[in-house]
């Protein structure tokens, strides 16, 4: 099992090796040969997780590898599926070198199958750390996307271009999905927690760091509604907030112990 999550990791490191060679060398071939690494590298990393699952008889996401390993899964699927609604190629740099840096993270990570903690064997589990995968997920794809569009202006491109606009409005649709996401974690926490420990607030250290992020893409959703900011503002603004979610999955656990340590 443990080889399979290798192969994973290597065919996406593969994958975005012969993406970079595609985009220096503005050819098509590599591109698409690193397409086909990824998609391959998915298909394991899904095998992978699937058979820990079966495994260890639990959606496997209760570690701080298995939150790790699935952060990286919802950000490949996030960003195939991208792939098939717009030219992801755009992206796709960014995209995979993201996922290849978690499961390298995740591979520094305790990789032991443990049992569950007694506060996480809930009817709560799988929706609470689910939706916070792919809230972080969509995060980080819409930093991606809001990457381009930076590096697009810096190139001289207008701001009123369709190319442009369109990948402001992808940006957008995903921070949208992942506050959604993010809110329905903090809601679905509360809960649990009363439950675990009867109280719905415990100011315990992740839960404070949510509460910062879900704040923090609540601004940018009002500045977009309100369009009050320039695009390259808000573009900026994803790409800023990026180290608020991933210091909510990874600093607290690392800097400040609380309740949440053992995710």
């Known amino acids: 099992m443990t080889t399979l999550f290798y ?39 899904i095998a992978y997780f699937a058979w820990r699952g079966v495994v260890a008889q639990r959606l496997p996401l209760s570690s701080q590898f298995e939150f790790s390993c699935g952060f990286a899964l919802g950000v490949a699927l996030v960003l195939l599926v991208a792939r098939t609604r ?30 569950l903690m007694p506060a996480l064997r809930s009817f709560w589990f799988d929706f609470h750390i689910g939706a916070a995968v792919f809230s972080y997920s969509t995060f980080l794809v819409a930093g991606c996307v809001s990457l381009r569009y930076v590096l697009q202006y810096r190139k001289g491109e207008s701001p009123d271009s369709l190319r442009m606009k369109r990948l402001e409005y992808i940006s957008y649709r995903l921070v949208a999905l992942g506050f959604l996401l993010l809110t329905a974690v903090i809601v679905i926490g509360a809960v649990w927690a009363e439950a675990a420990w009867s109280a719905y607030w415990t100011w315990d250290p992740k839960e404070v760091w949510a509460l910062i992020t879900w704040i923090i893409y609540a601004v940018y959703l009002h500045l977009r509604l309100r369009r009050e900011k320039s695009d390259l503002f808000l573009c900026w603004y ?6 608020a979610f991933l210091f909510t999955f990874a600093g607290v656990n690392k800097l400040i112990p609380g309740l949440h340590s053992y995710a």
């Open 7 to 45: 192969i994973s990791l290597g065919l996406y490191a593969a994958a975005l090796l012969a993406q970079l060679a595609g985009v220096l060398a503005k050819k098509e071939g590599p591109k698409k040969l690193a397409w086909a690494l990824f998609v391959l590298g998915l298909l394991a990393h």
């Open 86 to 115: 717009v030219n992801a190629d755009r992206i796709a740099a960014a995209g995979m070198a993201s996922v290849a840096l978690l499961m390298l993270y995740a591979s520094r990570q305790n990789m032991e199958i443990r049992e």
């Open 238 to 243: 994803v790409i800023l907030a990026i180290p």
